[in-house]
T-cell receptor, first 117, second 114 residues
Framework: AQKVTQAQTEISVVEKEDVTLDCVYETRDTTYYLFWYKQPPSGELVFLIRRNSFDEQNEISGRYSWNFQKSTSSFNFTITASQVVDSAVYFCALPHITQGGSEKLVFGKGTKLTVNP | DSGVTQTPKHLITATGQRVTLRCSPRSGDLSVYWYQQSLDQGLQFLIQYYNGEERAKGNILERFSAQQFPDLHSELNLSSLELGDSALYFC?????????????FGSGTRLTVV
């Protein structure tokens, strides 16, 4: 079964520091997607990125970057020059194909990031 | 605004009661997923509907039930509520039975059972 491990429960940094959130996953699928979501204090789940397992190139979006390494089953997320508004819980997720051919997202436990001014 | 609408945003009710949570998917999406987020269990998949039919079941208690209506909105019914049912309930939608191409989440309903 799919499993997602986010070993870092909480991280605290000072504004402008770079921070990396780790995600390690387990899957028997040969092709799959990986997701990152952000949950700010207001509670909603905000989509950040979807990555196909075929594509191991790093992705950069503004201050956000993602490092996908299939060899180590990791999909790490880096925030450069962190800001107070980045304070949130970040979830890594992996789809699991159900018996009926449908799908559900398996989430990690999340990493709570606090960026202090 | 994600396009997925969940109502109510907050709900406080007593043990033993029954509540209904409502979700309207993003326009054009046929799949609706329900997730429960609790402090001890994290984000857990409950159930999925696609175009009115149940497609997958997760860790959903027998006291809970859901349905998807012809207009594609979905309702999650929670009955005989217990203190442990207090959680944030999310609805997500996707265009296909499998959401690998993208899931859109609503802002959640925070249920407090007292």
């Amino acid at each position: 079964a799919q499993k997602v491990t986010q070993a870092q429960t909480e991280i605290s940094v000072v504004e402008k520091e770079d921070v990396t959130l780790d995600c390690v996953y387990e899957t028997r699928d040969t092709t799959y997607y990986l997701f990152w979501y952000k949950q700010p204090p207001s509670g909603e789940l905000v989509f950040l990125i979807r990555r196909n397992s075929f594509d191991e190139q790093n992705e950069i979006s503004g201050r956000y970057s993602w490092n996908f390494q299939k060899s180590t089953s990791s999909f790490n997320f880096t925030i450069t020059a962190s800001q107070v508004v980045d304070s949130a819980v970040y979830f890594c997720a992996l789809p699991h194909i159900t018996q009926g051919g449908s799908e559900k997202l398996v989430f990690g436990k999340g990493t709570k990031l606090t960026v202090n001014p | 605004d994600s396009g997925v609408t969940q109502t109510p945003k907050h709900l406080i009710t007593a043990t033993g009661q029954r509540v209904t949570l409502r979700c309207s998917p993003r326009s054009g999406d046929l799949s609706v997923y329900w997730y429960q987020q609790s402090l001890d269990q994290g984000l857990q998949f409950l159930i999925q509907y696609y175009n009115g039919e149940e497609r997958a079941k997760g860790n959903i208690l027998e006291r809970f039930s859901a349905q998807q209506f012809p207009d594609l909105h979905s309702e999650l019914n929670l009955s005989s509520l217990e203190l442990g049912d207090s959680a944030l309930y999310f609805c997500a939608s996707s265009s296909a039975p499998r959401g690998s191409y993208g899931y859109t989440f609503g802002s959640g309903t925070r249920l407090t059972v007292v």
